[in-house]
């Protein structure tokens, strides 16, 4: 088998999966984050309806498994694709005070408010609230046609967030690191401090 032919099995795979729940013309949304890890700046989420009953995007992923240049092609086809997306983030303050898991919760909540969905699939994550059914799933991003893409727009949404702040904050290298702690980013950290925009939480470890 190619590697186009695997990569097509495998994205099938991923939108079977989806359709599964997809009955009765029940609408099924897949929700996922980026940044829960880094030291710096929001977590972003991204709740997406995905056509699925249409031919699947091909290199819809995991984005974890996409090169960042694979990774920015397909966030454009999921945008010009994709029945509804919401955003949510919540940013380093709340971070520090309700700590990363229920800042992840807020920033899903305010993502999922922005579409209409019967079922939401979610990666991980459980008790949101949402008026719909939610169904947490582990590793959705590489199971689920829907939380995959929504793993791709929260990453490539929150990547895009820190090249901007690389450009007020240029001596951690955000743009490179993305704000995880790499020894670069915390060397850094070391010799000049934290810039406002660094999880308090997260860093106070390092200093």
């Known amino acids: 088998m190619s590697r186009l032919e695997e990569r097509n ?24 984050e980026a940044g829960r890890g880094p030291l710096v700046g929001p977590v972003v989420t991204a709740c997406v309806i995905m056509p699925l009953q249409e031919e699947p995007i091909l290199w ?41 898991l ?8 305010r993502a999922a408010k922005q579409i209409s969905a019967d079922i939401y699939l979610i990666d991980a994550v459980t008790d ?33 967030q820190l090249a901007e702040l690389d450009s007020l904050y240029p001596v ?10 790499t020894k670069e980013h915390i060397a850094a950290l070391q010799a000049y401090g934290p810039c406002p925009l660094h999880r308090k939480t997260f860093i ?3 200093l």
């Open 9 to 32: 099995a495998h994205v099938h795979a991923l939108l079977e999966h989806d359709n599964r729940f997809a009955v009765s013309g029940l609408v099924v949304a897949g929700m996922d």
């Open 172 to 181: 951690y290298g955000f743009k490179k690191n993305k704000g995880y702690g």
């Open 102 to 109: 229920q800042a992840t919760k807020n920033a899903m909540r």
């Open 128 to 160: 949101l609230g949402l008026s719909g059914k939610e169904i947490p799933i582990i590793h959705g991003d590489a199971l689920s046609y829907s939380i995959a893409a929504a793993s791709i727009v929260a990453k490539v949404t929150r990547d895009r």
């Open 60 to 100: 819809v992923d995991d984005s974890k498994k996409l090169s960042e240049t694979r990774r920015e092609k397909v966030y454009e086809e999921i945008l010009a694709h994709a029945l509804a997306i919401g955003i949510g983030s919540a940013d380093a303050e709340e971070i520090d005070q309700i700590n990363i």
């Open 204 to 206: 106070k470890n390092l």
